[in-house]
């Protein structure tokens, strides 16, 4: 049996530029942390006492005898990838799915991660996320970009950034007290609101080519960012500001990024004293996150008292395995079929 545990991750700037469609041409560049919440992934060998050959739980429960009769398409696919066979696979997670923290591509960094090690297989963080990549976005068909994959895998406070080439994780160098500051400046508060990001993101990039001024600016905004984290003596409330900064510009990339009524949540939030902050991940629904003085979070959490606050601390180990037992399982001796 194994066991694997995959941070969530919150972007802070530059979503969106990790879209082939623009990185290709322009590149791009976001800067994301991943923190402690997380989806566990159990998979093990199914023993041969069913009818069934494969047993996948998630917010429902499939049973079958082939492969491709799984609904999941990213389980399905997944098994097909690696020739996986015969198996029980469970799914837990601290956070709703679709809510802007990349569950999808955590999850699938996550089950990659099982898979191998049950396979006896070692796959670098790189390697993993790569897999990732190619498993939602090529086979699975799943339109958006790449960020979530390599912030899931890699863990950590990072600037990545993004070209025809590939990709690059580069850590943001920042001390240990300014680091907890930042940590303890941000407030999440779960707006109730999901949405399948895969739909907001084909929005997004059909109208890639009209909204490339926007996407430009807040590309700018990344190294302007990595700037204020960086040097210490800038002012770290700058940050919350560009936040605001750069979710205005956000909004203006797609019609199915805000609502009216996030947007009349985020300005009580503003008003109350949050200096800035951003809906997390495509858009539509899900968490909102605010950068917020220490002195003005408790009128933050009044003018907010109607959403769930989720207190959280950055983490930086990213993907990785927390239980393993060795298994006798003999695949020459399969019975799907």
């Known amino acids: 049996m194994i066991i694997t545990k995959t941070p969530f991750r919150m972007s ?4 969106g530029t990790d879209i082939p469609q623009f990185f290709n041409t322009h590149r791009g560049s976001v800067i994301s942390t991943t923190f402690d919440k997380y989806v566990y992934v159990t998979v093990r060998h199914l023993p041969r ?3 069934h050959s494969t047993e996948i739980i998630y917010a429902k429960t499939e049973r079958v005898s082939k492969i491709d009769d799984i609904e999941h398409p990213m389980v399905r696919n997944a098994m097909k990838m690696l020739n996986m066979k015969e198996l029980h696979i469970a799914y837990d ?9 990349g569950t999808s591509s955590t999850f699938a960094v996550g089950l990659l991660n099982a898979f ?5 297989k070692f796959r670098s963080k790189k390697q993993l996320a790569d897999d990732a990549i190619y498993l939602e976005r090529t086979l699975c068909g799943e339109a958006g970009g790449w960020q979530d994959q390599i912030a899931a895998s890699h863990g950590g406070l990072n600037r990545i950034d993004f070209d025809a080439k590939g990709y690059h994780v580069n850590p943001i160098i920042i001390n240990a007290q300014r680091k907890q500051r930042l940590d303890d400046s941000l407030m999440l508060f779960f707006t109730g609101f999901t949405r399948f990001s895969a739909d907001i993101q084909v929005s997004t990039t059909q109208t890639l080519d009209e909204k490339e001024k926007e996407l430009l600016q807040m590309l700018e905004l990344v ?3 990595q700037r204020i984290l960086e040097n210490a003596n800038t002012d770290l409330d700058d940050f919350g500001r560009l936040l605001d900064a ?11 990024i805000t609502t009216d009524a996030i947007d009349a949540l985020y300005q009580k939030g503003k008003e109350a004293g949050a200096l800035g902050g951003k809906l997390l991940g495509a858009g539509g629904g899900g968490f909102l996150l605010f950068y917020v003085q220490k002195d003005k979070q408790d009128a933050v959490r009044q003018a907010l008292s109607g959403l769930m606050e989720v207190p ?4 930086r180990s990213g993907t990785r395995v927390i239980y393993y037992t060795p ?3 003999d695949k020459t001796k399969s019975i799907e079929v």
């Open 12 to 15: 802070f700037f530059g979503g």
């Open 49 to 51: 006492f069913f009818e």
């Open 93 to 101: 997670a601290d956070l709703p799915a679709r809510t802007g923290l």
């Open 116 to 120: 191998y090690c049950l396979k006896g």
């Open 223 to 225: 190294d302007e960012a």
């Open 246 to 256: 750069t979710w205005n510009l956000k909004r203006k990339t797609g019609c199915a």
């Open 312 to 315: 959280f601390s950055f983490e």
């Open 327 to 329: 298994e006798a399982f």
